[in-house]
């Protein structure tokens, strides 16, 4: 086994499994060291997102909103199913087999990239060594010019409802349940709170949504946070806000929370609970002494815009450095930092990093909201297009929500753009890309868009901005 390289990268998930591809095709000698296990013990590159986060939970949500759409929507198509049923051992089983084709598929990647992938802890040391402990224990002592550490996240822990791995759970364990629970405690309102609620209220659970907040989805466009709310409430999705939730008993058919909102102290008895309150950056056995690798207060690796880490040649990027915990993000910084390190520009742009919550109708979003451009002082219009209005939503039977967008007033710059309907994480990418390009309003009224497509509706929405819109009255 080769022991110096290039570039070593700690963690192979969607921030370092990348950064690794992007500096082998920099032709740069690169080693990904990753520690993941999955529950039978073997170990898999991709981390949390292609493991148990991001992929896993799409799983999921395709099958359960199938499911969902084969009972309330199948027949207003015509189509007679009989009654339908939902096999969860199967549905599990299809998860596995895509997680496991995406992770193997890492494998195949490292290999045209020329990446030496190593399964085991990584752990830095001063002086750009690194050392590698493999699967059998044996230790190594490795070497690199560069180092990248992308060692992720973990789920937060709620001190007073402890997991216990089978009815106190976290995102994992709530991804891997073999029966429908009768009532699922989902602990935060958040995006993964929503999605694993919807996911398992889709199947028939009875689903309570305890969120400490007053305000639901303070970091989306408030428009949007409003209907989605109203959305999830017609779905069944029992959201409780300004709950707190203070302690847990173990019960007989479950587990008893105990909480307070407005009304005062409350309790709930519900089968399992999944605690999605958050997740907080992973750096277990990941610094050896003296490397001098700063952490800030809560845990985060200090990094400067670039991802440099406070020791020359040591990056850092993903979940376990600033900003949004999201697997995008993480890869955009992955690829960029190999790029500087073979010499090359780049820059990751985090006023544009998309938000997507996967849920039925999707949500997703880009840039400023109204509450903060209104915030900012600046004189800002506004644009929107429901797709009520769409001809492709009525004929998708999915005519929810609307798409808006915030535009300054004077120089016509798109600010925001906030959809929430259907395919709404794929729509947004046209938003990303026209706000790269400081794209205004008027750019996207004079570019043409097909017809009949849920697209249509950025359209319109621009168009709406300067009361042009076509399909709709303009208000
Ligand atoms: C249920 C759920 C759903 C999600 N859905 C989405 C989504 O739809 N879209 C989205 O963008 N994001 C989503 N996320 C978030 C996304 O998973 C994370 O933002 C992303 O995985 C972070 O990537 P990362 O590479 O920084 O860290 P991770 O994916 O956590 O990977 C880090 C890897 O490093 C390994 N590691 C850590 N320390 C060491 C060490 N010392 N030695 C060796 N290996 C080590 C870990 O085992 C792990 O494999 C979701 C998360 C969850 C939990």
Same mark, same amino acid.
């Given at each position: 086994?080769?022991?110096?390289?290039?570039?070593?990268?700690?963690?192979?998930?969607?921030?370092?499994?990348?950064?690794?591809?992007?500096?082998?095709?920099?032709?740069?000698?690169?080693?990904?060291?990753?520690?993941?296990?999955?529950?039978? %013990?073997?170990?898999?590159?991709?981390?949390?997102?292609?493991?148990?986060?991001?992929?896993?939970?799409?799983?999921?949500?395709?099958?359960?909103?199938?499911?969902?759409?084969?009972?309330?929507?199948?027949?207003? @198509?015509?189509?007679?199913?009989?009654?339908?049923?939902?096999?969860?051992?199967?549905?599990?089983?299809?998860?596995?087999?895509?997680?496991?084709?995406?992770?193997?598929?890492?494998?195949?990647?490292?290999?045209?990239?020329?990446?030496?992938?190593?399964? %085991?802890?990584?752990?830095?040391?001063?002086?750009?060594?690194?050392?590698?402990?493999?699967?059998?224990?044996?230790?190594?002592?490795?070497?690199?010019?560069?180092?990248?550490?992308?060692?992720?996240?973990?789920?937060?822990?709620?001190?007073?409802?402890?997991?216990?791995?089978?009815?106190?759970?976290?995102?994992?364990?709530?991804?891997?349940?073999?029966?429908?629970?009768?009532?699922?405690?989902?602990?935060?309102?958040?995006?993964?709170?929503?999605?694993?609620?919807?996911?398992?209220?889709?199947?028939?659970?009875?689903?309570?949504?305890?969120?400490?907040?007053?305000?639901?989805?303070?970091?989306?466009?408030?428009?949007?946070?409003?209907?989605?709310?109203? @959305?999830?409430?017609?779905?069944?999705?029992?959201?409780?806000?300004?709950?707190?939730?203070? %302690?847990?008993?173990?019960?007989?058919?479950?587990?008893?929370?105990?909480?307070?909102?407005?009304?005062?102290?409350?309790?709930?008895?519900?089968?399992?609970?999944?605690?999605?309150?958050? &997740?907080?950056?992973?750096?277990?056995?990941?610094?050896?002494?003296?490397?001098?690798?700063?952490?800030?207060?809560?845990?985060?690796?200090?990094?400067?815009?670039?991802?440099?880490?406070?020791?020359?040649?040591?990056?850092?990027? %993903?979940?376990?450095?600033?900003?949004?915990?999201?697997?995008?993000?993480?890869?955009?910084?992955?690829?960029?930092?190999?790029?500087?390190?073979?010499?090359?520009?780049?820059?990751?742009?985090?006023?544009?990093?998309?938000?997507?919550?996967?849920?039925?109708?999707?949500?997703?979003?880009?840039?400023?909201?109204?509450?903060?451009?209104?915030?900012?002082? &600046?004189?800002?219009?506004?644009?929107?297009?429901?797709?009520?209005?769409?001809? &492709?939503? &009525?004929?998708?039977?999915?005519?929810?929500?609307?798409?808006?967008?915030?535009?300054?007033?004077?120089?016509?710059?798109?600010?925001?753009?906030?959809?929430?309907?259907?395919?709404?994480?794929?729509?947004?990418?046209?938003?990303?890309?026209?706000?790269?390009?400081?794209?205004?309003?008027?750019?996207?009224?004079?570019?043409?868009?097909?017809?009949?497509?849920?697209?249509?509706?950025? @359209?319109?929405?621009?168009?709406?901005?300067?009361?042009?819109?076509?399909?709709?009255?303009?208000?």
């Amino acid at each position: 086994m080769a022991t110096e390289f290039d570039v070593i990268v700690i963690g192979g998930g969607p921030a370092g499994y990348p950064c690794a591809i992007r500096a082998g095709q920099n032709k740069l000698s690169v080693a990904c060291i990753d520690e993941w296990q999955n529950r039978d %013990g073997t170990y898999a590159f991709g981390g949390t997102c292609l493991n148990a986060g991001c992929i896993p939970s799409k799983a999921l949500l395709e099958s359960s909103e199938l499911f969902h759409r084969a009972q309330t929507e199948f027949a207003a @198509h015509g189509i007679g199913t009989g009654a339908v049923s939902m096999d969860v051992n199967a549905m599990q089983a299809r998860k596995g087999k895509i997680v496991k084709q995406s992770t193997m598929g890492i494998l195949a990647l490292f290999k045209s990239a020329g990446v030496t992938p190593l399964q %085991g802890h990584g752990k830095l040391l001063s002086g750009g060594r690194v050392e590698f402990t493999g699967k059998d224990g044996a230790k190594s002592l490795l070497s690199a010019k560069h180092i990248v550490l992308a060692s992720g996240s973990t789920p937060m822990p709620l001190k007073n409802v402890p997991f216990d791995g089978s009815q106190i759970v976290d995102s994992w364990g709530a991804l891997d349940f073999t029966e429908v629970p009768k009532k699922l405690g989902v602990i935060g309102a958040g995006v993964i709170g929503l999605e694993l609620g919807s996911v398992w209220r889709r199947l028939g659970a009875e689903v309570i949504v305890l969120e400490a907040l007053d305000k639901f989805l303070p970091i989306a466009d408030q428009a949007v946070a409003k209907e989605a709310a109203r @959305h999830f409430q017609k779905q069944g999705l029992d959201i409780r806000l300004g709950a707190k939730v203070t %302690g847990c008993e173990k019960a007989k058919d479950g587990v008893m929370l105990q909480f307070t909102d407005a009304k005062g102290a409350q309790t709930v008895v519900v089968e399992k609970v999944v605690v999605a309150i958050g &997740r907080r950056p992973y750096t277990a056995e990941l610094l050896g002494e003296g490397t001098g690798v700063e952490l800030d207060e809560r845990g985060f690796i200090n990094v400067d815009h670039d991802c440099r880490t406070s020791v020359p040649n040591v990056w850092a990027i %993903g979940d376990v450095v600033r900003g949004p915990m999201l697997a995008h993000k993480g890869k955009e910084e992955g690829v960029v930092v190999a790029d500087a390190i073979a010499g090359k520009a780049g820059e990751v742009n985090y006023n544009l990093v998309p938000s997507v919550i996967y849920t039925a109708p999707e949500i997703a979003w880009v840039g400023l909201t109204e509450e903060q451009a209104k915030e900012s002082g &600046r004189a800002y219009k506004v644009g929107a297009f429901p797709f009520m209005a769409s001809g &492709r939503a &009525r004929a998708m039977e999915a005519a929810n929500g609307f798409c808006k967008i915030v535009a300054d007033k004077d120089s016509d710059e798109i600010l925001g753009v906030h959809v929430i309907g259907p395919m709404a994480g794929e729509l947004i990418a046209e938003a990303v890309l026209a706000m790269e390009y400081s794209a205004s309003t008027e750019d996207l009224q004079r570019t043409m868009h097909a017809h009949p497509t849920l697209s249509e509706a950025m @359209h319109e929405a621009a168009l709406n901005a300067d009361k042009l819109a076509i399909d709709i009255p303009n208000r």
